[in-house]
């Protein structure tokens, strides 16, 4: 065996689990997978190692030796998939599948490399480069395999069969009843088999990425309905409210009157009776009236309503918005979405100690032709973030949902959504 054979056989036995621990969740600690995935590619490595130093010739003389060798080795993957893996077995075996197919199409081509060219190290040399760059590739496509797979969660066994398939006539193509690299005519068939192949999970991905985005809009809408129909008897009470606000003033000026009347004549029951009168239409009120901070009803009615709630927490609270002439979004999305935000401030304050300052501020503003809108809240500095989306995991039962829809109505207005967190200040931007 020469040397650039000992270096393919170092990249490509360790290359399948990396592939393999990149798309899966980790059952044990990081520290722990890393190791225990190290101690597997060892032993790996050196099973191959015995197969070609001791049993080489008979793979070349017995093809479905090494058809019995290859499937063998998907085998010890799948099991050491679901030792290291938390996955349901469905989509475990989706995901050994799927890598041990990418790692024959990366074969297939580095061999097919060598015999256009007709020089062996080329083909190792190509194997070198190409595993790393696929390596690099999945962990870029990482996130989106695994938003297909989540939402397939429970419904993959459908869709097992296609890598499962695809695998057995990769096997069949490079082992029976002669090994590809003994059979070249047989090349162009194999790379055909892997433009199928690439073109069958990029048609997945759309599709079931579609289906995904789908159901998460027709949720997001459902849920910006109720949540709209809620804040609307909201701004309905804090209209009834204001109208009640309107007419006490005009007729204060009589009472007024009437009282002075009274304490000039000395009847102070009569006094008295008026200032309960007074007292029983503020407390009939309920809420305040509706400050204007923009040209839309509900989203002032929103606002007041969570600037009411901060200040009975004793939480010092500003807002500030200017006019939202030209930004086209729904408002009452956006009403929903300012709710989930300063209902999240308010309860990130609630959960401060006793003693330690609590505030928000909220500033929007127009840039140009988009509408800027920052929110910035104290906090106790324990928040984790998602790696790959950059929103605010939370880990307590019923929480999150509200990150999630103003995440879905950034998605569906091509808004940029930023989180951020500083000094125990966390801030939320959005760029409409």
Not at 11 to 21: E, G, T
Not at 84 to 96: E, K, N, P
Not at 272 to 291: F, M, P, Y
Not at 374 to 384: A, K, P, R, Y
Request: proline share 3%; with cysteine.
């Amino acid at each position: 065996m020469d040397i650039l054979s000992v270096l393919v056989q170092i990249i490509c036995a360790p290359s399948i689990l990396i592939l393999i621990m990149v798309l899966s969740k980790f059952r044990y600690s990081r520290q722990t997978t890393i190791i225990a995935t190290a101690l597997m590619t060892v032993f790996l490595i050196a099973v191959d190692f015995c197969v070609v130093f001791f049993g080489d010739h008979l793979v070349e003389s017995y093809p479905l030796l090494d058809f019995i060798y290859r499937i063998s080795n998907i085998l010890v993957a799948a099991i050491i998939a679901a030792f290291l893996t938390r996955q349901q077995a469905d989509q475990m075996l989706f995901i050994v599948l799927s890598v041990c197919v990418s790692t024959y199409i990366v074969d297939t081509i580095a061999l097919t490399i060598r015999t256009w060219i007709g020089l062996y190290p080329l083909e190792l040399a190509f194997e070198l480069l190409l595993y790393p760059l696929m390596i690099l590739l999945i962990i870029r496509i990482r996130r989106p395999f695994l938003e297909v797979i989540e939402y397939m969660k429970g419904n993959i066994w459908p869709l097992f069969f296609a890598p499962a398939l695809l695998l057995a006539c990769f096997l069949l193509q490079i082992s029976i009843p002669k090994r590809l690299v003994d059979a070249p005519e047989n090349i162009p068939v194999a790379l055909m088999l892997c433009g199928v192949t690439i073109t069958v999970y990029v048609l997945f991905y759309y599709l079931f990425r579609a289906m995904h985005t789908k159901s998460a809009l027709e949720h997001y809408a459902v849920s910006m309905k109720l949540s709209a129909y809620s804040l609307e008897s909201k701004n309905n009470l804090a209209a009834q409210n204001e109208k009640k606000i309107s007419l006490f003033r005009h007729d204060l000026r009589h009472i007024t009157r009437m009282m002075a009347a009274c304490l000039d004549n000395g009847d102070i029951s009569s006094a008295r009776e008026l200032l309960s009168t007074i007292d029983k239409n503020i407390g009939a009120w309920g809420a305040s009236a509706i400050q204007s901070f923009t040209t839309h009803r509900l989203l002032n009615a929103t606002l007041c309503h969570y600037i009411d709630l901060a200040k009975e927490s004793k939480i010092d609270i500003s807002v500030r918005m200017s006019r939202m002439d030209g930004v086209v979004v729904d408002m009452n999305e956006l009403a929903v979405v300012l709710a989930n935000a300063l209902e999240n401030a308010i309860e990130a304050c609630k959960r401060l100690p006793d003693g330690a300052p609590r505030a928000i501020r909220m500033d929007g503003r127009l840039r140009g032709k988009q509408y800027f809108l920052e929110l910035v809240n104290t906090c106790d500095g324990e928040i984790s973030f998602h790696p790959d989306t950059g929103i605010p995991v939370s880990h307590e039962d019923g929480h999150g949902a509200g990150s999630q829809s103003i995440a879905y109505f950034a998605e569906k207005y091509n808004a940029v959504l930023q989180y951020q967190l500083k000094n125990n200040w966390f801030h939320l931007r959005l760029l409409i």
